[in-house]
Every structure is written in C-alpha cells, then in structure tokens.
C-alpha cells in the first residue's frame, strides 16, 4: 500500500521554506527522499531508519516519526535547483521489502 | 562518479512485440531493480533481484516479464507481446547492500529508457 504526500503541489518564491509530509499506514522501517527533476532519473536524498531521527544535507532535512509512521522532508531557503518532484519511498519490513513510493509533490520554485 | 546506465534510451516497438531493456548497475552493487513510470505518474516498483534471483516482485510484473543477468555486469528486463499501456519510461537502479541491510541504502538510479508502444 503506497504512502500518502501532501501538498501534491507546492509552489515557492526563492528563498522561501517548504515542507512536504509522507505517512503510512503500516509499522515502518525506514523512509527514502528523493528527487526527480522533469525528463530525468530519481536522484537519492537521504534515508531515514527508525528511531526517530532527523537528517540533513545542505538546506534539506527530514524527520521520521515512526510511532505516527510520518516522515517531513523541510527544505529551507529555497534555491531555482530545488524545483522537481519529490518522492518519499516507504520500507515496512528490516529485509528491505514492501518499498514503495508515494504519489510524489511537485516543488516548483519561482525566481 | 560510478553510474547505472540503461540502454536504448529510447525504443519503439509495435505492439505484440518483444522488448528487452538493458542495464549496466554499479560494479560493487549487489541488489537491482526495475521501475515503470508512466508519463505523468509515480514511479512504481517492478522487481527487485539479489544473488542471481527476484527476490521481490509487484502485482505489475506478471507472467508478460522477466528479468535476467545473463553476464556479470548486465540486467535485463524483457516484456513479452507488448500493449499500447506498457508504455512508459522504465528505470534501473542499484544498491549496494546486503540482504539485512537493504532497506537502508540508497538506490541509485539510470536515466531510464524511454519505450513507446505503437
């Protein structure tokens, strides 16, 4: 069963914060961020494992409440580069199994 | 930086045919997998594959698919008699880990093959 984001759109002025919400409803084991710009591959972001913790590269971070079974991805002070749509991917089980992308939000971010 | 390539990036196959889409994973890698994503949508989980096996595989990949290594370094995924809704663009990727520890690494993805059925 796929998780569900929300917004399933968000629209920026640069400089400007987001934050994009994943949730399941099953007992989860990790969450994936990822981010598609138009016409290309998924490009990994970060891994969240349970134990509530939170991650963060550059101006993006995340945080996986495993207890809600949600994950945030926040972005702050948002760049032209960060427009695409972003993907949470949901583990259940330790082995890896069950992964599942979300339907995806699409960020755009104007100047 | 080492990359999964796919090839062709595009194919065009008319209907009923056969398809075979070709990926080369990361050298060091030991899980694959495939994805379809249809113009506009998610990205959807086709088949995962460890140790020369599926080790996972969706309620998409049915009897119409296969996946194979036929050598050390390709992965292939053939579609029998194609219809119009296979088409789609269809994504390698690859991780490095072992079985336990593969739900916390990374999946590093190709650039996808582009297939339009006619």
């Known amino acids: 069963q796929q998780p569900v984001q929300s917004p399933q759109a968000v629209i920026l002025r640069e400089g400007e914060d987001a934050v994009i919400n994943c949730s399941s409803s099953?007992?989860?084991?990790?969450v994936h961020w990822y981010r598609q710009k138009h016409g290309e591959a998924p490009v990994f972001l970060m891994i969240?494992?349970?134990?509530?913790e939170q991650k963060g590269h550059e101006k993006i971070s995340a945080s996986f409440n495993e207890k809600k079974q949600q994950s945030s991805l926040y972005l702050t002070a948002s760049q032209l580069s960060y427009s695409g749509t972003y993907f949470c991917g949901t583990v259940a089980g330790e082995m890896g199994q069950n992964f599942v992308f979300g339907p995806g939000t699409r960020l755009s971010v104007l100047p | 930086e080492p990359e999964v390539t796919q090839t062709p990036s595009h194919q065009v196959t008319q209907m009923g045919q056969e398809v075979i889409l070709r990926c080369v994973p990361i050298s060091n890698h030991l899980y694959f997998y495939w994805y379809r994503q249809i113009l506009g949508q998610k990205v959807e989980f086709l088949v995962s594959f460890y140790n020369n096996e599926i080790s996972e595989k969706s309620e998409i990949f049915d009897d119409q698919f296969s996946v194979e290594r036929p050598d050390g370094s390709n992965f292939t995924l053939k579609i029998r008699s194609t219809k119009l809704e296979d088409s789609a663009m269809y994504f390698c990727a690859s991780s490095e880990s072992n079985s336990r520890a593969r739900s916390n690494q990374p999946q590093h993805f190709g650039d996808g093959t582009r297939l339009s059925i006619l």
């Open positions: 099953k007992a989860l084991y990790s």
């Open positions: 969240l494992l349970k134990g509530g």
